[in-house]
């Protein structure tokens, strides 16, 4: 096994890469790198980053699929998915699919935040695509107790176009007034 490291924010970032004559990983081996970021519990090292644990299989999927082709970017998640191949990616959603969405102990949002987020589903419908409880399903994600400033950072991304692969949440984020944006993040996480 080659194993190839590079400095990525200041982290030095070590991905092993099966060589032609290595034995294959199995998926347990291949998610270990993840958890450096994602958390070994699922609950994720840094606060801007994901909670994959528990997401469901599809969307995990694309988004591995969209940081390979380059339709979603970002450096860290470039550099991870570099090696691996497209059943490498549809093993590791499924893998991480299975595990329980961890409790990140967010509390809930104030009422006058909750109801700035109720407005905005009444307006936009979120849960008509993100489903009851903002639970979401198959390629739709879950947005319920996801790390706050992930969330903030996902809808400032869509409507900067910073993250361009899904066309539909750029408009829909761009038709959602920035102010109600930190509310709607404080509501989801807490949720
Ligand atoms: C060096 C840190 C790091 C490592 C290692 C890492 N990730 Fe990530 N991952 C991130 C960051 C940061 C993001 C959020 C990117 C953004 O803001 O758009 C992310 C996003 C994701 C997403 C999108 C989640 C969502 O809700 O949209 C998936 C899926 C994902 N990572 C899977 C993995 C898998 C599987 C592995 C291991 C093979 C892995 N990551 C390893 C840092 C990492
Ligand atoms: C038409 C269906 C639809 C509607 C309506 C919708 N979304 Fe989404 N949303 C999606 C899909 C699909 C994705 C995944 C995009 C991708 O492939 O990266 C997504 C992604 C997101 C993400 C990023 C999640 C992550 O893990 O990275 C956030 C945050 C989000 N939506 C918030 C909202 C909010 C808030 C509303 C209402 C104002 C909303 N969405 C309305 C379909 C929808």
């Known amino acids: 096994m080659r194993r190839k490291c590079s400095i990525l924010s200041g982290t030095l970032l070590c991905l092993a890469a099966v060589a032609a004559s290595a034995q294959p990983q199995t998926v347990e081996q291949k998610a270990e790198v993840c958890a450096a970021c994602h958390g070994a519990k699922g609950i994720p090292v840094d606060k801007t980053y994901p909670v994959i644990w528990g997401q469901h299989q599809g969307y995990l999927y694309l988004e591995l699929r969209d940081f390979k082709s380059g ?18 990616m549809m093993a590791l959603a499924a893998y991480f699919a299975k595990k329980t969405w961890p409790d990140l102990r967010q509390k809930s949002a104030p009422d006058a935040e909750a109801a700035v987020a109720n407005r905005v589903n009444v307006s936009i419908g979120c849960t008509g695509c993100h489903l009851g409880q903002y639970q979401g399903d198959a390629t739709v994600p879950r947005l319920a107790g996801q790390q706050h400033d992930y969330l903030l950072k996902s809808m400032r991304d869509f409507r900067s176009r910073a993250r361009a692969n899904n066309p539909g949440m750029t408009d829909l984020m761009k038709a959602t007034a920035e102010a109600d944006l930190a509310p709607e993040a404080d509501f989801l996480a807490g949720h």
Do not use: C, I, P, Q
């Open 71 to 88: 339709a979603r970017k970002n450096d860290l998640m470039t550099a991870v998915v570099a090696d691996l191949s497209r059943d490498d």
